[in-house]
């Protein structure tokens, strides 16, 4: 069974950091396009990032390039966001995805459940 | 950057009623790489269709999606209660639309 499990959401002050976590489990980890998505309160998706199976390409919205970074490490099965800079804006619960590249034209088949994250004084 | 549009932004409809989701994009869009998605309040996400017209593993057949170029559509052929929710569109792993919520009447 496929699992995407965040963590390392919470409180924090703007101009802070927090590194968020996704562990990933019941597929080849390292065979797969990654993701984070992240959803304002009572807002829309918003996709972040996505990340290439070894790493090689990154991709961010424009509102994020600069501040946040994707990485991945494929022998502990885990995909990363680091986050500096943070501004209110950047409120929300970030969710974390598989890209299915291949049979489905870069959909997100499986998500986690979520993290959520707070950027206040 | 493509951008996703979605109409009705709420769309009000009674059970067993049919449901019909647009999304227009900016610019050309390949099939293979539109997908939608169903969000219900407090869950994730999750995917109902890839390449404009495949339905997922598990999604009921009343869910089907079609169009090309840069007009998509989701349709709900008969509302069950559990299909009121958010549906979004989403472009190649990247941009989403703004979401159409599909509200029981």
């Known amino acids: 069974e496929v699992q995407l499990v965040e963590s390392g959401g919470g409180l924090v002050q703007p101009g802070g950091s927090l590194r968020l976590s996704c562990a990933a489990s019941?597929?080849?980890?390292?065979?797969?396009?990654m993701s984070w998505v992240r959803q304002a309160p009572g807002k829309g998706l918003e996709w972040v990032a996505n990340i290439k199976q070894d790493g090689s390409e990154k991709y961010y919205v424009d509102s994020v390039k600069g501040r946040f970074t994707i990485s991945r490490d494929n022998a502990k099965n885990s995909l990363y966001l680091q986050m500096n800079s943070l501004r209110a804006e950047d409120t929300a619960v970030y969710y974390c995805?598989?890209?299915?590249?291949?049979?489905?034209?870069?959909?997100?088949?499986?998500w986690g459940q979520g993290t959520l994250v707070t950027v206040s004084s | 950057e493509i951008v996703l549009t979605q109409s009705p932004g709420t769309l009000s409809l009674s059970p067993g009623e049919r449901a019909t989701l647009s999304c227009r994009a900016s610019q050309s869009v390949s099939s293979s790489y539109l997908a939608w998605y169903q969000q219900k309040p407090g869950q994730a996400p999750r995917l109902l269709i890839y390449g404009a017209s495949s339905r997922a593993t598990g999604i009921p057949d009343r869910f089907s999606g079609s169009g090309s170029g840069t007009d998509f559509t989701l349709t709900i052929s008969r509302l069950e209660p559990e299909d009121f929710a958010v549906y979004y569109c989403q472009q190649y792993g990247s941009s989403f639309g703004g979401g159409t919520k599909v509200e029981i009447k």
């Open positions: 019941g597929f080849t980890f390292s065979s797969y396009w």
């Open positions: 995805a598989r890209v299915e590249e291949i049979l489905k034209g870069g959909a997100f088949d499986y």
